[in-house]
């Protein structure tokens, strides 16, 4: 019963530091490859730096087979008030609303959206977030929901701080070929950011390697079973960064597929 669930204090919502000693903020950022995207969200202020981390993989799963909704289970331990929910999606190339919800009816944004093909051929990549209010328990659910598609993947990850779900900068790509790269987003607004780069590719069963700098976050196939282009996959990749610039997500796909970079 969500009654049973331990209150926690909400985070500050504030989207300019307040008047400390010290304040701190961080972003985070978010590609989707098969569509690129760069996205920030900023963190509280505090006394002490803020620390950017990746906490855990919140689960990952992956449907064949004319749906339009998806869900990944909260596994033990749970994900804590304060923390940022990542979620990436890939899709058929549908058209129509993406949206996400969890047992603890905290708030997703959408980040990005992006769409490489149409009909069954290619892939549709999109990042969602949600600063989590209501702390999530060993069971609870984080649901998708999508267009009608025959393939549909999802991979959710944790992150403590930042706060909020407002975008920083964003660059998008889509192609077809064995390198991927979201193209270069404008000046980030702050050093630390948490750079998260998503691609959808048109395949299964095929490596991904991140470029340079990031480091793989769990991937997940549509379904376990097909040829490559039956299927699509989700794969998110991030970064911690500490210093303002252009950023790009980059990566080398083991056969020439349609992706999209976000």
């Known amino acids: 019963a969500r009654s049973q669930k331990t209150a926690a204090p909400a985070p500050a919502r504030l989207l300019q530091p307040a008047t400390r000693v010290k ?32 906490v855990k993989n919140v689960g990952t799963n992956g449907i064949t087979g004319g749906t339009s909704s998806i869900a990944v289970t909260v596994p033990a331990g749970g994900v804590a008030a304060g923390n940022v929910l990542i979620v990436t999606l890939a899709i058929d ?13 905290n708030t997703y944004t959408l980040l ?22 209501t702390a999530l328990l060993a069971g609870d659910l984080i649901a998708v929901t999508h267009p009608t598609v025959s393939d549909s993947p999802v991979s959710v990850s944790e992150f403590p701080g930042l706060v909020g779900a ?9 192609g077809t070929g064995t390198a991927s790269s979201s193209g270069t987003t404008p000046s980030t607004s702050q050093a630390n950011e948490l750079l998260v780069g998503v691609t959808g590719i048109e395949t299964r069963g095929e490596t991904f390697t991140p470029g340079a700098g990031f480091t793989a976050l769990a991937s997940a196939p549509s379904g376990p079973t097909g040829p490559p282009t039956s299927s699509v996959t989700i794969r998110p990749a991030y970064q911690i960064v500490s210093a303002t610039g252009g950023y790009a997500a980059t990566g080398t796909l083991q056969s020439s597929r349609r992706w999209g970079a976000p």
């Open 93 to 105: 190339p549908s058209s129509g609303a993406v949206a996400a919800t969890d047992s603890g009816g």
């Open 23 to 54: 304040t701190y903020t961080s972003h985070l950022s978010v590609r989707t490859i098969v569509a690129g995207l760069l996205l920030g969200l900023a963190v509280a202020p505090h006394e002490a730096a803020a620390t950017i981390a990746f």
């Open 166 to 174: 407002v975008a920083d900068q964003t660059s998008t790509a889509t």
């Open 112 to 133: 990005a959206d992006v769409t490489n093909g149409s009909g069954t051929t290619g892939v549709r990549t999109v990042a969602l977030a949600a600063e989590v209010g």
